[in-house]
């Protein structure tokens, strides 16, 4: 007998630790996170996600993307580096997060956008939850509209 639940009624915590890893020259996909609702969290019983020191390098249809319940996050010390994004490059999403990205290098990719916060709920129990990004280097990225057989600048 298989049992399973949807992320909804899962109420497992997720702790994601990605330090010095290479992730070059792949097609279709990138990294995409939807952490699931956790019935009884607090500031001490949460998700985490640590993601340090990465390369994320010429990638294609590319996207990197941070959904789902609220969630300690650090970003800090990578480079996203020509990527084509499938819509925009960096995405944080979902519930609201407590984030710190930082130092991050961000630099000659293709998208829509390059950063997004899209907050659409919030933590009833938890007062204040900073968000920090800083001394992060956004540079020389374009603005470009995936289509199914390549991009076309707009």
């Known amino acids: ?10 109420n497992n915590l997720f702790h994601w630790i990605l330090q010095d890893n290479s992730i070059e020259r792949n097609n279709g996909g990138g990294f995409d996170v939807s952490l699931p609702y956790v019935w009884q969290y607090n500031e001490n019983f949460t998700h ?15 996207g990197f993307v941070i959904d789902g319940h609220f969630a300690q996050l650090n970003l800090t010390h990578n480079l ?11 995405s944080i999403k979902g519930m609201e997060k407590r984030m710190r990205i930082a130092y991050n290098r ?14 659409d709920s919030q933590s ?12 992060n280097e956004v540079k020389e990225n374009n603005f470009r509209i995936g289509i199914t057989r390549g ?3 707009v």
């Not at 007998?1 to 899962?10: G, H, I, T």
């Not at 938890?126 to 800083?134: I, N, P, Q």
């Open 1 to 10: 007998m298989c049992v399973f639940r949807d992320l909804r009624s899962s």
């Open 48 to 62: 985490s996600l640590y993601i340090e020191n990465n390369t994320w390098r010429n990638n294609k249809q590319f």
């Open 80 to 90: 996203f580096e020509d990527n084509q994004c499938k819509s925009g490059l960096i």
């Open 106 to 119: 961000i630099r000659r990719n293709s998208g829509i956008y390059m950063v997004e916060f899209r907050a």
């Open 124 to 135: 009833e129990i938890l007062g204040e939850v900073d968000a920090r990004f800083f001394e």
């Open 151 to 153: 991009f076309h600048q």
